[in-house]
């Protein structure tokens, strides 16, 4: 398995634009997470799946920021509209088990993120 | 006060030194401990877990856990160069998962 894929790698964008992060979880696991990694916020858990319905939403910041998995090997985060302060590493994961579980959560590589 | 509080460092050391990486929490909750290794524009990856106080072993790492003090360790014996990357320590109880914000660690030859 070519392990979590995550496009676009980098993105930069003005404020006001909508962003489009995918992700294509590994095949087999039926929980899929969004991350959000800032230097002074470190890594946040945005919102998580299992199969394909999003249970817990709660680390959304805000309307801004809404996501979607259709189905079980892919997954869109969407911000509209983009703000600086949107700026960050987005990270996708994916495993067997819920994040509060000791099963691994195998990470994408990331979006970076930067909005002007 | 954040829930879990790691130094970001940067540490830097030598070839062969032994590092430690320390984490420290306040929410008696969390029940699984967690170290995950991140190197440069990379996501984390899972390095150790454990889920009561005493040390685990693997490898070079241990990781070690004081239920008492609300304290967190990893030690790498005989770094190496290749163990250059941010380390992230992360907690679980049962409703959430809490990353520090990682200690970045630099080893020279």
């Known amino acids: 398995d070519a392990g979590v894929i995550q496009s676009p790698r980098h993105e930069v964008t003005e404020m006001g634009q909508e962003v489009t992060l995918r992700c294509k979880p590994i095949?087999?696991?039926?929980?899929l997470f969004w991350y959000r990694q800032t230097m002074m916020r470190g890594l946040e858990l945005l919102i998580y799946?299992?199969?394909?319905?999003?249970?817990?939403d709660s680390g959304m910041p805000e309307d801004r920021f809404s996501a979607k998995m259709p189905n079980a090997s892919f997954s869109t985060l969407k911000i509209q509209p983009s703000e600086p302060r949107d700026s960050a590493v987005y990270f996708c994961?994916?495993?067997?088990?819920?994040?509060?579980?000791?099963?691994?959560?195998?990470f994408g590589p990331g979006t970076r993120l930067t909005v002007l | 006060q954040k829930e879990v509080e790691q130094d970001p460092g940067p540490l830097s050391v030598p070839e062969g030194a032994i590092v430690s990486l320390n984490c420290t929490y306040s929410?008696?909750?969390?029940?699984?401990f967690m170290w995950y290794r991140q190197y440069s524009r990379k996501g984390p990856e899972l390095l150790m877990y454990?889920?009561?106080?005493g040390n685990k072993e693997d490898g070079r790492f241990t990781a070690q856990v004081d239920k008492s003090s609300k304290y967190i360790s990893l030690f790498i014996r005989d770094s190496q160069p290749s163990d250059s990357a941010t380390y992230l320590c992360?907690?679980?109880?049962?409703?959430?998962?809490?990353f520090g914000t990682g200690t970045r660690l630099q080893v020279f030859p």
């Open positions: 454990t889920y009561s106080s």
């Open positions: 799946f299992n199969n394909n319905v999003p249970i817990d």
């Open positions: 095949s087999g696991h039926d929980y």
């Open positions: 929410n008696s909750a969390f029940q699984y």
């Open positions: 992360a907690m679980s109880r049962t409703d959430k998962l809490i």
């Open positions: 994961a994916s495993s067997f088990a819920d994040h509060t579980s000791t099963d691994t959560q195998y």
